[in-house]
Nanobody, 116 residues
């Protein structure tokens, strides 16, 4: 069965860090473009980070640039989103997305809550 499973979300204080993981099951990421999205209550889903294959080019939303880092394992099984200097406005459900040609997969999401 092909699926993506996110983990690593939780409750953190402002200024803290979390690392989200996105594990692939039934396929490997190597040829896929990877993206992390988030959706806060009452807001549209927005892309926060992307990693293109095979170039390895990465890009970030302005709101997270310099604080978040997207990466992937060399074996192509897991992607990560390292989130540092978290702010209350980073509170959202975070989703990973893997896409190549007409194949697109989404994870179920993991909640990140930043509050004091």
């Amino acid at each position: 069965q092909v699926q993506l499973v996110e983990s690593g979300g939780g409750l953190v204080q402002p200024g803290g860090s979390l690392r989200l993981s996105c594990r692939a099951s039934g396929f490997v990421f190597n040829r896929f473009n990877l993206k992390w999205y988030r959706q806060a209550p009452g807001k549209e889903r927005e892309m926060v980070a992307s990693s293109l294959s095979p170039s390895g080019y990465t890009d970030y939303a302005d709101s997270v640039k310099g604080r978040f880092t997207i990466s992937r394992d060399t074996d192509g099984s897991t992607a990560y989103l390292q989130m540092n200097s978290l702010k209350p406005e980073d509170t959202a459900v975070y989703y990973c997305n893997a896409a190549v040609l007409d194949s697109v997969y989404w994870g179920q999401g993991t909640q990140v809550t930043v509050t004091s």
